[in-house]
């Protein structure tokens, strides 16, 4: 069985499509007018500056998966 797409959301080709990662989410909000307008510009300032961080430090980390799969390479 297949279910029906839900009423009201359009169709996937008719959404803007949603940033792929955390550095391009950071990316595309600080430079949202109406956000930067309705929140203000210095919380959207610091809060893009923070996921940046986040994300900097998400790609420094070396998972456990890396460390057993390159452990012989390295």
Same mark, same amino acid.
């Given at each position: ?5 839900p ?13 792929? #990662? ?8 600080? $430079? @949202?007018?109406?956000? *930067? +307008? ?14 940046? #961080? ?8 070396? $998972? @456990?998966?890396?460390? *057993? +799969? ?5």
């Amino acid at each position: 069985l297949t279910a029906p797409p839900p009423e009201g959301l359009g169709t996937p080709s008719s959404a803007a499509s949603l940033p792929a #990662n955390l550095t391009d989410a950071a990316r595309a909000l600080s $430079t @949202d007018l109406v956000l *930067r +307008e309705a929140l203000g510009e210095e919380l959207v300032d610091n809060y893009c500056a923070m996921l940046h #961080n986040v994300s900097r430090r998400f790609q420094d980390w070396v $998972t @456990d998966w890396e460390i *057993r +799969e390159y452990r012989e390479v390295l």
